[in-house]
Structure formats: C-alpha cells, structure tokens
C-alpha cells in the first residue's frame, strides 16, 4: 500500500471477522462496473496484517470490532510501519463515537455500516485515492523544494566563496599597482613629462574604481556570511551629512552641480554606525551624482518620518534621469542595473544599492525609492531614533 492511480480496477483489501457483513460489503462493491473493485477479504485482524505487508492495495476498508482487538489498533500497527497507508474505517452500530479515534490514528475516512451503499462505498473510496494522491503529490512537491533549496544554499555558499577568492587575488596586485603608479607620480625615479603625468592619473583612477567595486565584493561576502557586525551608537545625523556633502563638493563641482541640505532643526540623535551610514550616504550621493546631468541639483532631507513616530528618513533626491517604474523593484537586488542604452551605461557591478539596503536593514530600517523617468529619482532610508 498504497498504489493509488489503478482507477479502472482498484484493488481493495477488506479486513473483516463478521462473516455476513463481508459478504455484503463485498456485494455492494461487485454491483460498480467502474471503477471493478477487486476485493481481497481477511477474515481476521492477523490475516488482514499479512495480506497489507505482502501485496499492494489502493484501498482498506476495515471493521472495527476484530475479535479481542479493534480496528484501533489494527491502524496504530500498520500506520507505524506505512504512515500513508490509505485506510477506510467501517463503524458499526453504538462505535461511531470512535470515529474521531479512527481518523487520529490515521483512518482516511469512516463509513457507517448503517449507511452502507454502493454510491457511498463508491465515492468514499474514491475520494480516499484522491485524497492520498493529493498528499503524495504534496509531498513530492514538498521533497523537491527541500532539494531545491539545499541546491541553492550550496550554490550560494560556492558563489560566496568564490567572491571572497576572486575579491583577494585581485586585491594584493593592484595595491601593488596603485603604490607604483603613486611612485612614479611623486617623481620618485625621475621626473615625468605632461603626458605621462596625465596617462598615470587615468591609471590611478582605474585603480580606484577597481577597488571599489573589490571592495563591494568583501562586503558582499561579509554581509551574507553575517560576519559583518555594526558598532550602533546615538549619534546626530546632521554632522555627517555635512561631512560627506564635503567630501563630494569637488564631483558636483566638476559637474556643475548644486547639493543642498534640508535637515529639520530638532532631529533627534539616531542609533547608528557613523562609518556605515557614511557609505549609505556616499554610495546614494555619489549615484545621484553619477546618474544626474551637468547642472542638475540634488537635495539631502532629513526629517521625523511622519509614518513612524520613532524614526528619522533620510532623502536623497536628484533631477537625473530617473528609473523606469517597471525596473524600480529591482534596482536593489545584487547585481542589478538598470537597463540602459549602452553609451551611457555607467561601470559598476550593480551592487552598490544592495549593500546600502542590507546595512540599513541591518540598523533596523528600511530603504525605498521613488522616481520619474526623465525628472528624477529620491532615495530615501529610516534609521531608529535613539531613546
Ligand atoms: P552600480 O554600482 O552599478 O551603480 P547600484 O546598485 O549602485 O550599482 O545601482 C544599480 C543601478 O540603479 C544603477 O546601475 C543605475 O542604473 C540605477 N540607479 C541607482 N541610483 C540611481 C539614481 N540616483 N538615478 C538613476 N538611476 C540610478
């Protein structure tokens, strides 16, 4: 047991010791021409054992009362041995009470033998298969998502080491490459014309962008192997957005860009990492400078959020190309970019925003965005106010 699926011919062991109620049960299903039930009678509870462990059924129809043991009993055997086995309990007069017992100990279904028919043996057997069916295919599912799902964790802990590996090979050589170049541009070996001045700040700004996106890959790795652990302090926001809005004053320069501030003038102190929230803040900065044209403008806010009393948001909004509405959800998943005509496809990894969000969630915030195609965008996260 169970073989359910037999639908034209099932095969039905019944396990009786009432001589004259066997012979009826079996009666009343030899008058179905389809499904043909093909009947198998034990006469004792003994007999009815042997036969479930010898050959396959679809269906058991079993009596309750067994000689000095009970139907009961007879499930709590069989049911220790094949948990699925698709039993149908027949009650007699005075033992419906047990019905619930029957169904505990892991009866399918229940017929009351005063209601005994064709159609009911008929359709209560069927809906027994269809039902053991169902919990098999359930289970099939269920097992096949369990695999899945191991499979995937293995794949993420090989990309995860594989991050981690390429992350350090690339690292240790251009640091190396970085301090040559350094070298050589503090004249150290000898003095350099203007060209070679120029072609050794185009290295050294390609060093700096490899390194970035290198160090996007450690803290990828650190964030999904929850090693990366935050030094949460009450601290006020204000002087570090004074703070980065600094550090990028010569970008939006070189751009002609204008970065204000809208800081509300009782902001509470927030629970924070200072360094971490200053890479939130550079890395959501520096997009919007790097999205945003020549001229354009950027506004950092920060405010008591209205929707939660007990946490402040922080804004960044720009008047940059945007992000198509349909790409909005995606943009902070890990190694998303936004699809983009390819000459001005910016170099990242795409994973800049997905580190901002897990750091941020890691804080006990959360971080959405907001944008129209062609005006702009505004990045905006929460952080908890300190007590
Ligand atoms: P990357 O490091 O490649 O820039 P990010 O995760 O920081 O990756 O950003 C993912 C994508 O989201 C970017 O490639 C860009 O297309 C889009 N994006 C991010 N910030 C902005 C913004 N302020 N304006 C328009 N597009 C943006």
């Known amino acids: ?60 129809l079993l009596d309750y009362n067994l000689g000095s043991r009970t139907g009961i009993d007879f499930l709590r055997e069989v049911h220790a041995d094949s948990p699925h086995a698709p039993i149908i309990m027949l009650t007699g007069q005075g033992n419906e009470s047990l019905v619930l017992q029957a169904l505990e100990s892991g009866a399918i279904d229940y017929i009351p033998k005063r209601n005994i028919s064709s159609e009911n043996l008929q359709r209560t057997i069927s809906h027994g298969i269809e039902k053991i069916r169902l919990q098999e295919e359930l289970a099939a599912h269920q097992r096949q998502l369990e695999k899945t799902n191991k499979e995937l964790k293995q794949r993420n802990n090989e990309i995860q080491r594989f991050y981690h590996l390429l992350a350090h090979e690339l690292k240790t050589p251009l640091t190396a490459a970085s301090e040559f170049v350094n070298i050589l541009l503090e004249s150290i070996p000898g003095s350099l014309n203007p060209a070679q001045t120029d072609y050794l700040h185009l290295i050294q700004g390609c060093c700096q962008h490899l390194d970035r996106n290198i160090n996007d890959l450690y803290e990828i790795t650190r964030l999904e192997t929850g090693k990366l652990s935050l030094n949460q302090q009450p601290e006020a926001l204000a002087p570090l957005v004074k703070d980065v809005l600094h550090y990028l004053a010569p970008k939006a320069q070189a751009k002609n860009m204008a970065l204000h501030t809208s800081l509300a003038p009782d ?72 699809e983009k005509d390819p000459s001005t496809a910016s170099p990242g990894l795409g994973l800049g925003l997905f580190i901002c969000r897990e750091l941020v969630k890691l804080h006990g915030g959360t971080m959405s965005a907001t944008s129209t195609l062609g005006k702009g965008s505004t990045f905006s996260f929460t952080l908890r106010c300190a007590q």
């Open 1 to 60: 047991m169970p073989n359910p699926g037999a639908y034209d011919t099932v095969k039905v062991l019944l396990v009786d010791d009432d001589e004259d109620d066997a012979i009826i049960t079996q009666a009343l299903l030899e008058q179905s021409s389809l499904p043909r039930f093909e009947i198998d009678w034990a006469r004792s509870y003994d007999a009815g054992l042997t036969r479930i462990k010898e050959r396959q059924y679809d269906i058991g």
């Open 267 to 338: 902001l509470p102190h927030v629970m924070m990492d200072v360094q971490r929230i200053r890479q939130v803040l550079l890395n959501l900065v520096g997009n919007a400078l790097k999205f945003t044209e020549n001229g354009g403008t950027i506004l950092v806010q920060a405010y008591e959020d209205p929707l939660c009393s007990d946490r402040v948001r922080v804004a960044i909004q720009d008047t940059g190309m945007g992000i198509p509405q349909s790409q909005l959800t995606g943009i902070f998943e890990r190694l998303y970019q936004v």
